[in-house]
């Protein structure tokens, strides 16, 4: 395995891989933010990178190489990329003593961008997810996932083109906070107690109890963040999924101060759903149509009028689901990118885990994470290079170039496109040669 991803390292060489310390980065400067969402991008710019675990670093490596080709083509050499290791997961506590080493910490609070490779979370013994915990160490607040179809993709709808999603997933609240108790704690115990005497409200006495918090703050950040994005990548719809029919105060509150971002903050850019009559029940030229839809609908509509969604801004746990549900349509979680989003930094990351039995076979598909750089470059304002790497792995799919979870998974009248099944490293290869030679 390590002889094989030594190889890998030594084709890069705008890497610098951790070497027994956290040294100065050879070349290039960091990313600063001035102000709240804003950055400042030098052009010799310094990247994070977590290696990952199980499969990890033969994907991280094989976008790196992808994003590589994406930087020259689009910038020649006016810009580059320095690859920086951080250590964290198994590495970092082989070598450093801790699965998340303050030093690493610091490093990245330094870098404030980077990828992250899957990280395993072992079962059982406490342990926490290293992944719930970088989000809030940077209090990353907004999961982003796209998801969009490529010809040639399995797909089980009928009409997988219309598949063109962008999901914002609230990323700190709701009942992710984890505040909960089992049926038989003296903390429930206390909850019901206070619950039955101040407010007149009865719960079974073998009822566990778990509290959703959904804050103005937290929704109000998010859906600028979704409604900007929107406005700035000339997107068509932003819905709001909730469930506010049921929860009125958590879920209801969500679209309604989604709503209120959009009135107050981006009244030229939008038009609301119940605006629509006086425009003739038709979206004006140059307008997001802003619209809100309940959770369970949403979620069956997806598959049947899946072209009426674009942007979907979500609260943690409908977030979850709706995310899971789109990736199914179109390929799966092998080509499933998201990035995590604060004010202050942002880190990009396959959806996927470390898909530990196929670790050192060459086999996992390296897109989702091809496509999570892809969305790095987008979010720090490297556009022409994001857009090549979009268009490097669609056209690798149309000319038939696959990987073997994507083979597995076609028709035999699907299967009749496929040229050629490729390894993790000689997909990443015939992608980023279609973007040197092709694009
Ligand atoms: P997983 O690693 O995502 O793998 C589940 C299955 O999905 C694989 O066995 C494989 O299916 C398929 N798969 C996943 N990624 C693929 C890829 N790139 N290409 C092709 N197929 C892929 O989920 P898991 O087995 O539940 O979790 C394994 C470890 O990863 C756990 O320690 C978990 O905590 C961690 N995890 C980390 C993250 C993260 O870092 N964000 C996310 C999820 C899980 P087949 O077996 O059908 O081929």
């Given at each position: 395995m390590s002889d094989y991803l030594e190889k890998i390292k030594a084709q890069i060489p705008n890497i610098q891989p951790f070497a027994g310390k956290y040294a100065e980065p050879v070349e290039g400067s960091y990313i600063t933010y001035t102000g709240p969402g804003q950055l400042k991008v030098p052009d010799k710019v310094v990247i994070g990178?977590?290696?990952?675990?199980?499969?990890?670093?033969?994907?991280?490596?094989?976008?790196?190489?992808?994003?590589?080709?994406?930087?020259?083509?689009?910038?020649?050499?006016?810009?580059?990329?320095?690859?920086?290791?951080?250590?964290?997961?198994?590495?970092?506590?082989?070598?450093?003593?801790?699965?998340?080493?303050?030093?690493?910490?610091?490093?990245?609070?330094?870098?404030?961008?980077?990828?992250?490779?899957?990280?395993?979370?072992?079962?059982?013994?406490g342990f926490r997810s290293l992944n719930v915990t970088l989000r809030q160490i940077f209090d990353l607040y907004a999961n982003i996932r796209p998801v969009k179809y490529f010809p040639g993709l399995p797909s089980p709808l009928k009409r997988p083109e219309s598949v063109d999603?962008?999901?914002?997933?609230?990323?700190?609240?709701?009942?992710?906070?984890?505040?909960?108790?089992?049926?038989?704690?003296?903390?429930?115990?206390?909850v019901r107690e206070f619950l039955r005497r101040e407010l007149k409200v009865d719960i079974r006495d073998d009822a566990g109890i778990g509290i959703k918090p959904i804050s103005k703050f937290g929704t109000q950040r998010i859906a600028r963040l979704a409604l900007k994005f929107a406005v700035e990548n000339k997107r068509r719809v932003v819905t709001i999924m909730h469930k506010g029919n049921i929860q009125k105060y958590t879920e209801g509150a969500f679209r309604d101060w989604a709503y209120e971002?959009?009135?107050?903050?981006?009244?030229?850019?939008?038009?609301?759903?119940?605006?629509?009559?006086?425009?003739?029940?038709?979206?004006?030229?140059?307008?997001?149509?802003?619209?809100?839809?309940?959770?369970?609908?949403?979620?069956?509509?997806?598959?049947?009028?899946?072209?009426?969604?674009?942007?979907?801004?979500?609260?943690?746990?409908?977030?979850?689901?709706?995310?899971?549900?789109?990736?199914?349509?179109?390929?799966?979680?092998?080509?499933?990118?998201?990035?995590?989003?604060?004010?202050?930094?942002?880190?990009?990351?396959?959806?996927h885990g470390t898909a530990p039995k196929y670790t050192?076979?060459?086999?996992?598909?390296?897109?989702?994470?091809?496509?999570?750089?892809?969305?790095?470059?987008?979010?720090?304002?490297?556009?022409?290079?994001?857009?090549?790497?979009?268009?490097?792995?669609?056209?690798?799919?149309?000319?038939?170039?696959?990987?073997?979870?994507?083979?597995?998974?076609?028709?035999?009248?699907?299967?009749k496109v496929v040229k050629e099944v490729l390894g993790t490293q000689e997909f990443a290869e015939k992608v980023a040669e279609i973007i040197k030679t092709e694009l």
């Open positions: 990178y977590i290696e990952g675990d199980g499969t990890g670093p033969e994907v991280a490596y094989a976008a790196i190489k992808v994003a590589n080709a994406a930087v020259e083509r689009a910038y020649g050499k006016s810009r580059r990329v320095l690859w920086y290791e951080v250590l964290v997961g198994s590495k970092a506590e082989k070598i450093l003593g801790s699965r998340l080493p303050d030093q690493s910490v610091e490093v990245l609070k330094k870098i404030r961008v980077f990828l992250k490779a899957p990280l395993e979370t072992p079962v059982g013994g999603l962008v999901i914002f997933r609230e990323n700190t609240e709701d009942v992710y906070m984890g505040i909960e108790w089992p049926w038989n704690s003296p903390e429930a115990a206390k971002v959009a009135k107050n903050e981006f009244r030229d850019h939008v038009v609301l759903e119940e605006e629509l009559a006086q425009y003739g029940g038709k979206v004006p030229p140059g307008k997001i149509l802003v619209n809100d839809r309940i959770a369970d609908n949403m979620l069956q509509q997806l598959l049947t009028r899946t072209g009426e969604y674009d942007v979907i801004l979500a609260p943690n746990l409908n977030g979850d689901y709706v995310s899971d549900e789109a990736a199914g349509l179109v390929g799966g979680l092998g080509v499933a990118p998201g990035i995590d989003v604060g004010d202050w930094g942002m880190m990009a990351e396959p959806v050192g076979k060459n086999y996992v598909n390296p897109t989702a994470t091809i496509l999570a750089l892809e969305l790095l470059f987008r979010f720090i304002g490297w556009r022409e290079a994001a857009d090549l790497i979009t268009r490097g792995v669609s056209k690798a799919y149309s000319e038939g170039y696959f990987t073997g979870d994507l083979a597995r998974q076609m028709t035999d009248e699907e299967r």
